[in-house]
């Protein structure tokens, strides 16, 4: 069984730092690219980050120079470092992982459970 496991989320003061980490387990053959989404209710998710195997990445506008989003290829993880923290940024943030877990298919999305992170300001 394949699930993306986050954690690092939680409150924090605006210009504040938290840093989410996502991890790829079970039965997986290779990790394609990797991203973090964010989510308000009532708002359209949006895109927040994104890194390619080979490390190549970009951000959402409004992130850019705050966030750094990485991975660690050996552990099958991402990270989302988030710097600067502003209230505007509070959302329900989500990994996605493109995984290849069959030799027949190529990747398919795999999406974490969520994580909370609240900036107060």
């Known amino acids: 069984q394949v699930q993306l496991v986050e954690s690092g989320g939680g409150l924090v003061q605006a210009g504040g730092s938290l840093r989410l980490s996502c991890a790829a387990s079970g039965s997986i053959l290779r990790v394609n690219a990797m991203c973090w989404y964010r989510q308000v209710p009532g708002k359209q998710r949006e895109l927040v980050a994104t890194i390619t195997k080979s490390g190549s990445t970009n951000y959402l506008d409004s992130v850019k120079g705050r966030f750094t989003i990485s991975r660690d290829n050996a552990k099958n993880t991402v990270y989302l470092q988030m710097n600067s923290l502003k209230p505007e940024d509070t959302a329900v943030y989500y990994c996605?992982?493109?995984?290849?877990?069959?030799?027949?298919?190529?990747?398919?999305?795999?999406w974490g459970q969520g994580t909370q992170v609240t900036v107060s300001s």
């Open positions: 996605v992982a493109a995984l290849v877990v069959n030799l027949y298919y190529s990747d398919v999305d795999y």
